[in-house]
């Protein structure tokens, strides 16, 4: 098994006075597709949404436990929010690309975050996340066309890319692949597959198969607890847990 | 099994499949204790009969082939269910073929002599008895989902193999004493043997109760009886 990347413990996450989450004590491991599932509003999302604290953004959310990338601390007020989500990457269930050219959308990023300083150098990298995100060869001769010109799949892989651009450590993926197509999904989890060599990736899913197949670790939420947690083979066959199991066999209610 | 689906057609498609195999599990049963009974009383008339009954078997487990195909490709089982679908594709291979060697038993019936002496049967019949009770422990373990009960069945086919080796021991002998008895006695033989290898498929039949119960393969190496040397 690989190392630990991300560790957390006891996480708590508030909206208000309603309790998101309930001491969550995870540990994702590198270079390895962690799947999280579980139904609506268990808590999945929110705990993506904390790794690279996008939950900042929502006043009245309050964290508190902690979560450790390589072993530090993200939580500490003193962090830099932009250098952590240019280390961690977000991939969300509608494909979002800017409204600018394919181009513009991936080398955005590593503008901002002072990556490509020349014209050359962002060639270079708008062309090798493309490439990574399997789609370089379908859109190779109309890099200035708007990004939302693409299909759904495409456009997906376009976000993807965008991630990939500023080189981050992980990738945190919302249901990539709820608003596409089979091919498309495949196509997504084919690339999946090859970025988790480079990679950390968490993917939030609602399709038991695609859990299976992308992952080599699975977590199971329900009402804000984390209720299971190992191996995806084993969960999938042979689960410790009666709610896990209750769950991914569709006895549920 | 747990709480019910959600779905009530998944629900009742999952329950088909295990009632088919309890029903296949009956008549296989039904068939060995004929054709048992054909051997030990030297009844030929019974034998078209159970030959019959193999194809009503055989039926059974296409019939249960389509349900498994079905529920993978509609339900894509998991976990428990998915344990209960591959449970059922097994154990249907293995009533098969236990139907087979019953079959096999009761054509053995053909040439053997009415005036068979009773002490050749009668260790033939206890194995006869021990097999037929293993294969209604095993099924009964499967309809109640007892672990323990399929374990007991795994660990008691040492007494089948030590019960296979008394019967073709007596046989042997009995041929040495005579050669005229050749033709016949190569029947009871391979009748015996037919039995001990019914024994091996209960027992393929207890460890995937096992797995289905409880997601792990028995550990170990089954404890073994007496062989005769192949």
Same mark, same amino acid.
């Given at each position: 098994?690989?190392?630990?990347?991300?560790?957390?413990?006891?996480?708590?996450? *508030?909206?208000?006075?309603?309790?998101?989450? *309930?001491?969550?004590?995870?540990?994702?491991?590198?270079?390895?597709?962690?799947?999280?599932i579980?139904?609506?509003?268990c808590?999945?999302?929110?705990?993506?949404?904390?790794?690279?604290?996008?939950?900042?953004?929502?006043?009245?959310c309050? @964290?508190?436990?902690?979560i450790?990338?390589?072993g530090?601390?993200?939580?500490?007020?003193?962090?830099?929010?932009?250098?952590l989500?240019?280390? @961690?990457?977000?991939?969300?269930?509608?494909?979002?690309?800017?409204?600018?050219?394919?181009?513009?959308?991936?080398?955005?990023?590593?503008?901002i975050?002072?990556?490509?300083?020349?014209k050359?150098?962002?060639?270079?990298?708008?062309?090798?996340?493309?490439?990574?995100?399997?789609?370089?060869?379908?859109?190779?001769?109309?890099l200035?066309?708007?990004?939302t010109?693409?299909s759904?799949?495409?456009?997906q892989?376009?976000c993807?890319?965008?991630?990939?651009?500023?080189?981050?450590?992980v990738?945190?993926?919302?249901?990539p692949?709820?608003?596409?197509?089979?091919?498309?999904?495949?196509?997504?989890e084919?690339?999946?597959?090859?970025?988790?060599?480079?990679?950390?990736?968490?993917? @939030?899913?609602?399709?038991?198969?695609?859990?299976?197949?992308?992952?080599?670790k699975?977590?199971? *939420?329900?009402?804000?607890?984390?209720?299971? @947690?190992?191996?995806t083979?084993?969960?999938?066959k042979?689960?410790?847990?009666?709610?896990?199991?209750?769950y991914?066999?569709?006895r549920?209610? | 099994?747990?709480?019910?689906?959600?779905?009530?057609?998944?629900?009742?498609?999952?329950?088909?499949?295990v009632?088919?195999?309890?029903?296949?599990?009956?008549? #296989?049963e039904? $068939?060995?204790?004929?054709?048992?009974d054909a051997?030990i009383?030297?009844?030929?008339?019974?034998?078209?009969?159970? &030959?019959?009954?193999?194809?009503?078997i055989n039926?059974?487990?296409?019939?249960?082939?389509t349900?498994?195909?079905?529920?993978? =490709?509609?339900?894509?089982p998991?976990?428990?269910?998915?344990?209960? #679908?591959?449970?059922?594709?097994k154990?249907?291979?293995?009533?098969?073929r236990?139907?087979?060697?019953?079959?096999?038993?009761?054509?053995?019936?053909?040439?053997?002599?009415?005036?068979?002496p009773?002490?050749?049967?009668?260790?033939?019949?206890?194995l006869?008895?021990?097999?037929?009770? $293993?294969?209604?422990d095993?099924?009964?373990?499967?309809?109640? /989902?007892? %672990?323990?009960?399929?374990?007991? =069945?795994?660990?008691?086919?040492? $007494?089948?193999?030590?019960?296979? %080796?008394?019967?073709?021991?007596?046989?042997?002998?009995f041929?040495?004493?005579?050669? /005229?008895?050749?033709?016949?006695?190569?029947?009871?033989?391979?009748?015996?043997?037919?039995?001990e290898?019914?024994?091996?498929h209960? #027992?393929?039949?207890a460890?995937?109760?096992? %797995?289905?119960?409880?997601?792990?393969?028995?550990?170990?190496?089954?404890?073994?009886?007496? =062989? &005769? $040397?192949?």
């Amino acid at each position: 098994m690989n190392e630990v990347k991300i560790k957390s413990n006891n996480l708590n996450v *508030f909206y208000g006075d309603k309790q998101a989450l *309930f001491d969550v004590n995870l540990d994702l491991n590198e270079k390895e597709v962690t799947a999280l599932i579980g139904p609506s509003g268990c808590g999945k999302s929110t705990f993506i949404r904390c790794i690279n604290r996008m939950n900042d953004v929502i006043d009245i959310c309050k @964290v508190t436990g902690n979560i450790e990338i390589d072993g530090v601390e993200i939580n500490d007020e003193n962090l830099d929010v932009v250098s952590l989500r240019e280390r @961690v990457g977000m991939v969300f269930q509608k494909p979002n690309p800017f409204p600018k050219s394919i181009y513009d959308n991936i080398s955005y990023g590593p503008k901002i975050h002072g990556k490509g300083e020349t014209k050359s150098e962002l060639d270079e990298i708008v062309e090798r996340s493309l490439k990574k995100a399997a789609l370089w060869e379908e859109v190779k001769d109309r890099l200035d066309e708007p990004g939302t010109g693409l299909s759904g799949g495409q456009q997906q892989r376009l976000c993807i890319a965008r991630a990939i651009s500023v080189n981050p450590e992980v990738i945190l993926m919302d249901e990539p692949c709820s608003a596409l197509d089979p091919i498309a999904t495949a196509k997504i989890e084919e690339l999946i597959d090859e970025l988790k060599k480079t990679y950390t990736i968490v993917i @939030v899913t609602h399709s038991m198969a695609q859990a299976v197949r992308v992952s080599q670790k699975t977590g199971f *939420f329900h009402l804000g607890k984390l209720i299971e @947690v190992g191996k995806t083979e084993k969960i999938f066959k042979n689960p410790d847990n009666k709610m896990t199991q209750d769950y991914i066999t569709g006895r549920f209610g | 099994m747990s709480n019910e689906h959600t779905v009530k057609s998944y629900e009742e498609e999952l329950q088909f499949l295990v009632d088919s195999v309890i029903k296949m599990g009956s008549l #296989t049963e039904s $068939q060995m204790v004929d054709s048992m009974d054909a051997i030990i009383k030297v009844d030929k008339d019974s034998i078209d009969k159970i &030959i019959k009954s193999d194809d009503e078997i055989n039926k059974f487990r296409s019939k249960i082939d389509t349900q498994i195909m079905t529920l993978l =490709v509609k339900r894509a089982p998991m976990a428990i269910d998915l344990r209960e #679908t591959i449970s059922s594709l097994k154990i249907s291979q293995d009533l098969e073929r236990i139907g087979d060697l019953s079959k096999s038993n009761a054509k053995k019936v053909k040439p053997l002599p009415l005036d068979l002496p009773e002490e050749l049967l009668s260790n033939l019949k206890r194995l006869g008895e021990l097999v037929i009770k $293993q294969l209604n422990d095993v099924l009964d373990s499967y309809v109640n /989902k007892n %672990y323990d009960k399929a374990k007991e =069945v795994w660990k008691k086919d040492e $007494q089948v193999d030590d019960l296979t %080796y008394i019967a073709m021991e007596s046989v042997i002998d009995f041929l040495s004493k005579d050669k /005229k008895n050749l033709d016949f006695s190569t029947h009871l033989i391979f009748a015996t043997k037919n039995l001990e290898r019914a024994g091996d498929h209960i #027992t393929n039949i207890a460890e995937s109760i096992c %797995y289905l119960i409880k997601g792990e393969y028995l550990k170990g190496s089954r404890p073994k009886g007496k =062989v &005769i $040397q192949e």
